[in-house]
């Protein structure tokens, strides 16, 4: 798809959702075409994409056809279309799709996986990107920078200033993980 058909697919989500004929919440994209496009260029038909609640333009860089896109959204599925014949999955929850990319990786298959800038600070997002490193997963994990988280900048969100100062230290434990059997008395 081109730049000018997403963004004409997108205003025609937005003239049905005006006119009363989604009942369900909708979250348009925009401004990024072209940069989703070169991205989808690196992606195969045999890769997965697990994607966020702004889901329409993966959808259809995907390959799903522009038609059954809509047909998910009028049928209040905007933010979690998905498609096993296309590879293509999202969620509405926040991060929701990275512990299940790295587990698609994980079973062996290449995995895409969108997340907005705000989540890129959260705790489980260090958490799948460690994971996927830490395991070899074939795993790309592609922030979508759009400086707000929802519609609050994300600076503000996260209170971004000077970081508070971190007291780190090294240690050699003297007692290893031990978890007693059931009946069995513990350290």
């Not at 049905?16 to 401004?31: M, Q, R, T, W």
């Not at 070169?38 to 860089?61: G, M, N, Q, Y």
């Not at 920078?145 to 209170?159: D, K, V």
């Amino acid at each position: 798809m081109t730049a000018e058909e997403l963004i004409a697919f997108e205003a025609d989500i937005a003239r049905e959702f005006d006119a009363g004929k989604i009942h369900a919440p909708v979250h348009l994209s925009g401004g990024n075409e072209q940069q989703l496009i070169d991205i989808f260029r690196e992606i195969k038909p045999t890769d997965w994409v697990c994607s966020t609640w702004r889901s329409h333009f993966h959808a259809l860089l995907k390959g799903i056809p522009p038609a059954e896109v809509k047909r998910q959204i009028l049928a209040g599925r905007s933010m979690f279309i998905s498609s096993v014949e296309h590879r293509f999955i999202s969620s509405a929850i926040m991060g929701g799709m990275m512990p299940i990319a790295c587990g698609v990786a994980y079973a062996g298959e290449r995995v895409w996986c969108f997340v907005g800038d705000m989540c890129s600070w959260t705790g489980g997002y260090k958490d799948a990107y460690t994971y996927a490193r830490g395991h070899s997963l074939d795993v790309h994990f592609v922030i979508e920078n759009n400086g707000l988280s929802t519609n609050t900048p994300t600076i503000e969100t996260w209170g971004l200033g000077e970081a508070p100062p971190t007291l780190h230290y090294k240690y050699a434990r003297t007692y290893p993980h031990y978890q007693p059997l059931p009946g069995q008395h513990g350290f």
